[in-house]
């Protein structure tokens, strides 16, 4: 089965992050479920799993619901 792919701009829509807060994720968190391809080396979003990474990252993080930054 071939997953949902999305690009680094839907993904920021998704997340509702800016592109350098995605890009320092990208470069950082191995868990993130994307990879490089292509000449261009571009990044292939795998949409699917997105959810699964939130619930994790989540977990992780003091102050954070279902991986999103609480309002203060």
Do not use: Y
């Amino acid at each position: 089965m071939i997953p949902n792919i999305v690009t680094t701009k839907e993904a920021c829509k998704i997340l509702k992050i800016g592109r350098t807060s995605l890009n320092n994720i990208l470069l950082t968190d191995p868990t993130f479920p994307a990879v490089q391809a292509g000449a261009n080396c571009k990044w292939l979003i795998n949409a699917d799993r997105l959810d699964q990474w939130l619930m994790r990252r989540g977990q992780k993080h003091a102050g954070v619901k279902n991986g999103l930054e609480l309002e203060m």
